[in-house]
Structures are given as structure tokens and as C-alpha cells.
């Protein structure tokens, strides 16, 4: 049975590592993990080093080691669980079963389900504010968002945010505003928990993308891109063509736009210009950038049997992965271990593509920083010139770090693209190189 499935620039210095190409065939497929039925989500806990699948058929959310590949457990959750989100300031993993109105809170040390929060009203989709630490999960046919204290696992406040089921959101860490759709778009002040600015919707929408190179957030739906401001206080343009699926490529700048009912092509949307400059003639879906080695995964949901691997700074495709089962759908990226989990629905399994790419050095100044404007380059050492304190935050929005004023060592961060943020959102805009 499968159920409903539901930028003012800001102040800030962007931590991109820089690389060179790998080697021909170094991404390959090297394991299968047997996991619950119809896994429909699929997450990475960059604390733990573990990857956790919602698996909507049996009840269950499963637990694996980022190093072994090994199932660590399987737990048994309320009815049909269909999305997960990280807390990476208390290290939980949230659950939400809306069948059963049901959040399960998962402790991301020990394994186990550590809470259960009630949310009326088929909470279906949920994001993570890690300067407040809060969760905000939509109540679909309430036509609200619940507001859940992540420290206590409680419920807070309900904000009214659309006629119709509110479902899509996206959490800026620039300027701590929520994105929301519904019938309309609804933008809420996090300090508040009010809504300061929204817009009327015709389009259906279908994903939120947030790009860390200029602070701007992006929506895909039935009628083309969108592109809102950081503050969502307006939009900034629209750009044709139906999108399914977005990925952002911070380090060039750039959107990979995708949409299954056309031809197999994906778009390259340039977001300095907010135009579309190249397309990729692939299969593509779901997708995830690997951003040490510079690479953009792509699971051909519903169509193929593959997995298409795209060189982000040449927009062309490096290797496509053949894969066992017939529908693989969601991604998440392993940055510590270098791997890329991919969920089989069908299968009740997960794919785990693995890249042995050596090294990152590169002989020359990247295409990707000669293309940005106001660069730097830096190693380990970050100098944050601001009064107050800063968050570092990665490409998926999630708090990894606090820098104080002046030098600050973040050697110890994994490779990847990092947003070091203020708490006002006022422009200027680093791209450093981390080696």
C-alpha cells in the first residue's frame, strides 16, 4: 500500500574546497544494505556517521554505520514513516509518521527511539533551524506549522500559514527565515515565528533549493524556477521550464534544473545571471552534490536502473552506475567516508556508490573561483573580521561550527562547502579555499 507522499545578500565568508577531476570510473557501486520495505527517505548524520532510512511499508526506520556499511539497528516506529531531519544541535534524528500524527524522536548516539511528539493534522514535511533549535513541521490539513523545541522535544506554538495543506519548506541560515508553500509562499520570521511576507501561488510547487554562493533560494514547480531574495521579501525573477528537482552547485554558482517528463536532459542554470547556459543530456531524478570532489549524483527515479555521475565544473557526464533494482529515488552524500547512499524503493535497499578519487590539490586557480566575485583564498585558518560570533553552517544548512573574532582554525571540518553567517544580513560575500 503506498500512501500520500506528500537574498538581501547576507554577511558571511563561504568555505569552498577546490579540486581537480578524478580519474575515469573511480565512483562504483560497492555494496548493497538490506533495509525495511519501501524505503521513501534517506538521510546522513554527519555526528555519528550514520545513514538512516524511513522505510514506509513495515513501520520501521533503519540504522547504518558510515564506516562498516553494517545495519546497526532497526526501529520500530509509528504507521507508514515517510520523512527524517537532523538535529545537529542535540544529535536527533526526527521521524514523522502522519498517518498516525506522530514525530518520533531518535537519539543519534544510542540507537534508539528516545521520544514521541504528537502533532495533529498529518504532519508530512519538516525543517530544522539551527540558530534557534527548532523544528517546524507542517500540519497539512490544518493549513498550519508546528513548532517543536528541539532541546525538549515539545510542541511550542502553531502558526496559521495557508488555506490549503502548507507542505515544502526550507530554513535560511543567512537571515533565519523560513520558507513555506502552500497555496500560497509564506515566509516566517524564526525569532518570531511570524509570517512577514508571502506571495500568491499558482504553480504547483515541487522543491525548495537553498544556493550558499549568493544567499538566494530557489523554488521548482509546474511552471518554471523561482527565485526569492534571502529575506523572501520578494522575487527576484522566474525562469521557464517545469522543474521536478533542483541541486545546487555552490562552488560555480549554479543550479542543476531536471524534470522526468521531458526529454532525458538536465538544465545548467547560471545564478549569477539566472539563466540557463548548457544542459547535460542524462537520465536523471533526485540528486545530491558531492561537493569535495566536485561531483553531482543523479538517481534516474521511476525510469532506469542507474545512476548518472556529473562532473559540476564541466557540466559533462563522467560515468553512469548500472544498479540492481528498477527504482532508485532518494540520495544523501557521505562526506567523511566519500560515499553516496542511494534508497531502491522497490528493492528495500540501498545502494552505496563509493569514490575513490585521490586528493583535491589542483595546479591552478579553479574556473569555479574565477567566476566569483570578491575571492579569497585561505587554508585551515579562517579570519571572521566580524564583532559577534559567527555559525558555520554546511551546504545542507546545517550548524557544524561556531568562529569567534578573529582567526579561527576549522581544519578539523570535514572537505566540503561551508557558510560562515552573522546573525544581521548585510552583504559581503567571501569564496575561501580550504586545502
Known sequence: MMMRNTSVV???????????AGAAHSQFLETTIRVGQWPQAILWNPTSNKVYTANNLD???TVIDGVTNQVRATLAVANFPLALCWNSVTNKVYCL??????VEVIDGWGDSVMARVRVANYPSHVAFNATMNKLYVSRTDAGSLAVIDGSVDTVLREIPVSSEGPSLMLWHPGTNRLFCTGDSVAVIDCVTDEVVAGMPMTATPYQWCYNPANGLVYLGGSLGTYVFSARGDSLLTEVPGKVWWLCAVPYTNKLYLYDWEVLPRLRVLDCGS???????PVFGGPMVCDTTNGKVYASCYGSHNLVSVLDALADTVLDTIPLPGPMPGALCWNSTNSRVYVAEEMGDMVYVLRDTTAGIEQTGPAAALRRVRRGAVVREVFLWQ???????????GRKVAEVRPGQNDLSRLPAGVYVVVC????????FLKLR
Open 10 to 20: 547576507f554577511r558571511s565568508g563561504l568555505l569552498a574546497l577546490c579540486f581537480v
Open 59 to 61: 513501520n520501521t526506520v
Open 97 to 102: 509518521c502522519p498517518e498516525d500524527n506522530i
Open 274 to 280: 539566472n539563466t540557463v547556459t548548457d544542459s547535460v
Open 386 to 396: 566580524e564583532a559577534e560570533f559567527g555559525q558555520v553552517v554546511d551546504a545542507g
Open 423 to 430: 546573525a544581521d544580513a548585510i552583504a559581503n560575500t567571501r
